[in-house]
């Protein structure tokens, strides 16, 4: 099997289904229904296997409020999964409950204990257990207990306590520290390759859970496509998995079935983010979330919250609706997005959103006359080097002495807005400009420069809206309500208070405790009461509201809330945030 070439292993990894190894490691079952597991061909759509749609919606893999249907997807190929269309039957002797109308936005659908999870460990020590994947870090800066301690054999994986090292060492770091150890930058897809291959050989994945596994989209053939000459990723995680695991150990590892998995767990892993921020923490394949499709307009999503996936509602979502989540950052402009989903997840995207966005850009370019989708995608490209450059610069202070200076970083970006269309305005909700300005924002605030870091997040804030779904628009709120509190705190000599343009303190103080009364609420409908970074908002707010001097108005009140339009305004005009008109 040494010299076994790339060529070799694709051609006996698409020869393999259902090949009798397969079946024996994948397929077989102890059930004594008469449906055969091991006959279910790669790809099939799940929908037409209901023995597999039941196990992969079984009470031990998922909790939902509402009945979940797999069915054949309505845009995707495939299978999609959907909102039941009948009511559910809420015991065995009750009836059907006929108010059943769906899910109503701001619901939790359903909550699901992936079958496992990784982080690139990457983030260093960004507080995420490794074994229980409870947050350590508080998330406005307070201590909820004593941190992560990175295991002293690899110093990547890290526990929030001595007995999830143990529990993570029993059950796969043992293996995983040698690797880690050998190769820290070990992507996690390919750490859960690994792991899946032990499950599998310890037997944590039951024979059912093996057969949805095997019968998953998995893009085979654009993983396993050479080019130059060179091996594919998939080769390389498949012998390196057999190198660590298989040689010499008692169970020989199917290269085969190792190749033909890890297309799979890469096209079904799921990027999950905390609450409180876009970035993934960890990578999950988990079973029910990989029936999901694609939308970058989704009608809910999905985050991680102590060890388990919640996926809730953004809209209403009637019976028999199919549900949609965005797998990518859905902050990101229309052209990059349709890159990244094309590139990783090997389909066009063709959504409502996509469409809109697509329209707006080519009635801006036909409109300005002299520039075209290329000079304007150029000029996209552009301006988010440029904000890069500016973040890279402000962790690494005097070393990117372009960059330092956010005034001439501005001042590049005026320039290529300007080049893109020499006969119109750049508008401020066209991207990347909305989310370039929340980054200036933040980096502002990182200078000392409060009023500037304010006139950035107004106008990001005010003009990048429709591209943000709850969790995106309440972390946009967070971050104004720290922006508008560095801004409240500036001396009363300061020389920016003297400019009488400036808002007042009030207006400050007005819209900070109205954005962060609408991020409280925001919060408690997106993410749940029960979640962490929803009480955490909730603390905040109360530990706000506990400053307000006694008889002055707050909110919710009526006379608060006359206030708070008016100082928004005058915020906005100072700002210059200009409302365009929707497009
Ligand atoms: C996690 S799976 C989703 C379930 C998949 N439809 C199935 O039948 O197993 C991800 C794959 O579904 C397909 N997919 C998801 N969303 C899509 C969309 N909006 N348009 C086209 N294909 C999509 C792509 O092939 C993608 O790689």
Redesign the pocket.
């Known amino acids: 099997m040494d010299d076994m070439t790339a060529a070799f292993a694709h051609k006996l990894a698409a020869s393999l289904p259902p090949s009798a190894d397969l079946q024996a490691a994948f397929a077989s079952t102890d059930s004594d229904d008469d449906d055969d597991l091991g006959r279910v061909p790669p790809r099939l759509?799940?929908n037409t296997v209901p023995k597999l749609c039941k196990t992969i919606l079984s009470r031990n893999n998922v909790t939902a409020s509402v009945p979940l249907e797999i069915r054949s997807?309505t845009?995707?190929?495939?299978?999609?999964l959907f909102i039941g269309r009948e009511a559910p039957i809420l015991s065995s002797n009750s009836k059907p409950d006929r108010k059943y109308d769906g899910i109503e936005a701001g619901r939790e659908i359903y909550r699901s204990k992936p079958l496992m999870m990784a982080s690139d460990g990457a983030g260093g020590d960004d507080g995420w257990c490794h074994f229980c994947w409870g947050n350590t870090k508080g998330f406005f800066g307070e201590e909820k207990g004593e941190g992560t301690k990175a295991c002293a054999g690899c110093r990547v994986a890290s526990f929030c306590s001595k007995q999830c090292q143990k529990s993570a060492w029993a059950r796969f770091h043992k293996d995983e520290c040698k690797i880690l150890k050998k190769t820290p930058g070990i992507k996690p897809q390919n750490l859960l390759a690994h792991r899946l291959v032990w499950f599998q050989q310890k037997g944590y994945i039951t024979s059912e859970q093996g057969a949805v596994i095997q019968g998953?989209?998995a893009?085979f053939d654009e993983y396993t496509r050479e080019e130059g000459g060179k091996t594919t990723e998939v080769y390389d995680v498949a012998m390196a998995i057999r190198e660590v695991t298989g040689e010499g150990k008692e169970k020989k590892i199917d290269v085969g079935l190792i190749w033909k998995l890890v297309p799979a767990l890469w096209?079904?892993c799921v990027r999950l983010r905390a609450p409180s921020s876009k970035e993934t923490v960890a990578f999950a394949l988990d079973l029910v979330t990989?029936?999901?499709?694609?939308?970058c307009e989704p009608n809910a999503f999905a985050f991680l919250e102590k060890g388990e996936i919640r996926v809730r509602s953004l809209k209403k979502i009637a019976p028999g609706e199919e549900i949609t989540i965005c797998?990518i950052d859905p902050t990101i402009d229309v052209k990059g997005r349709q890159e990244i989903l094309l590139d990783e997840?090997?389909?066009?995207?063709?959504?409502t959103r996509c469409k809109a966005e697509i329209k707006l850009q080519k009635r801006m370019v036909a409109a300005d006359g002299e520039t075209s989708m290329t000079t304007l995608r150029k000029a996209q490209l552009s301006l988010l080097d440029l904000i890069k450059s500016a973040v890279t610069a402000s962790k690494y202070p005097g070393v990117y002495p372009d960059f330092d200076n956010l005034a001439v970083v501005e001042s590049k970006m005026n320039t290529i807005m300007k080049n893109a269309f020499p006969n119109l305005d750049w508008r401020d909700d066209l991207d990347p400009v909305p989310m370039v300005r929340i980054c200036l924002s933040v980096l502002y605030i990182e200078q000392g420069k409060p009023a500037q870091a304010l006139r950035n997040a107004f106008r990001g804030h005010f003009t990048g809206g429709r591209s943000r779904t709850g969790p995106d628009a309440v972390n946009i709120l967070v971050n104004m309500v720290h922006v508008l509190m560095a801004a409240g705190c500036l001396p009363a000599d300061s020389p920016v208070l003297k400019d009488p343009s400036f808002p007042s303190l009030l207006d400050i103080s007005n819209v900070t405790y109205g954005f962060l009364h609408e991020a409280c609420k925001d919060a408690g409908e997106v993410f749940g009461g029960d979640c962490e970074y929803t009480r955490a908002i909730g603390d905040l707010f109360a530990k706000m509201m506990g400053r307000l001097p006694a008889g002055s108005s707050r909110p919710p009140e009526e006379e608060f809330v006359r206030e708070l339009e008016v100082s928004i305004k005058k915020v906005k005009e100072w700002a210059g945030v200009v409302d365009e008109e929707e497009a």
């Open positions: 759509g799940f997807s845009f995707a190929p495939g299978s999609g998953l989209e893009h096209t079904n990989a029936m999901v499709n694609h939308s797998y997840h090997f389909f066009e995207c063709d959504c």
